[in-house]
């Protein structure tokens, strides 16, 4: 079946330093969407990739889509404690309807 | 950003107890979404809903859920004959097109004991 990984599972990382997830879909996607959700709060969208290759920036976070619509890439520049949360990657499949694959999700913790 | 409600925000029931979560999507939404959260894990895709009826569902979704939007601004999942398994954050999520960004609820806790 459909799978979705994000790797890594967790990252800790020192205010200032960047960080990095990785995403990546066992089937071609539509689209890419990536969500933030904060510890005990609900998914929160991000941004939405729908072009080969496309990358789109967010003040700190950049964000890709492969060329194959299969794998995409968050990266943040200089890491703030209001980045702490667990940023999921998300996308329907090309081949089915509106079914939502997430990913496993990278748990970032920012310290301070 | 727009806001999707959901009630309760904490649900306790008994196993085999048949249990109704609500939801009020985005008045302007045309598209609503249910997806399941077990502590720590993933979100699960549950049924997308369209025009009143069910555009997609997983494999989660068999004969014990149902979904309904019963008077064209409540978005209802009913879970019947609950199992501890069914513990988890249930989330509701509205979008204006199809496939594309939705705004998730706040969830409802449901606790099976």
């Known amino acids: 079946g459909q799978q979705v990984m994000q790797i890594p599972q967790y990252q800790h990382v020192q205010e200032g330093e960047d960080f990095t997830t990785y995403c990546n879909s066992s089937?071609?996607?539509?689209?890419i969407q990536w969500y933030k959700q904060r510890p005990g709060g609900h998914p929160v969208f991000l941004i939405q990739?729908?072009?080969?290759?496309e990358v789109k920036k967010q003040k700190r976070l950049t964000f890709q889509f492969g060329e194959a619509k299969k794998n995409s890439s968050l990266h943040i520049t200089a890491t703030q404690t209001t980045d702490v949360g667990t940023y999921f990657c998300a996308g329907p499949p090309l081949d089915t309807g509106n079914q939502f694959y997430f990913g496993t999700g990278t748990s970032l913790t920012v310290i301070p | 950003e727009p806001e999707v409600t959901q009630t309760p925000s904490h649900q306790v029931t008994q196993m085999g107890q048949e249990v109704i979560l609500r939801c009020v999507p985005i008045?302007?939404?045309?598209?609503f979404y249910w997806y399941r959260q077990i502590l720590g894990q993933k979100v699960e895709f549950l049924v997308s809903?369209?025009?009143?009826?069910?555009?997609?569902k997983s494999e989660i979704f068999d004969d014990q859920f149902s979904v309904e939007r019963p008077d064209g601004s409540n978005f209802t999942l009913k879970i019947r004959s609950t199992k501890l398994e069914d513990s988890a954050m249930y989330f509701c999520a509205a979008g204006e097109q199809d496939r594309y960004e939705q705004y998730f609820g706040p969830g409802t806790r449901l606790t099976v004991t």
């Open positions: 809903f369209y025009n009143n009826e069910i555009s997609e």
């Open positions: 008045s302007n939404h045309l598209y």
């Open positions: 089937t071609t996607l539509s689209n």
């Open positions: 990739l729908v072009k080969s290759g």
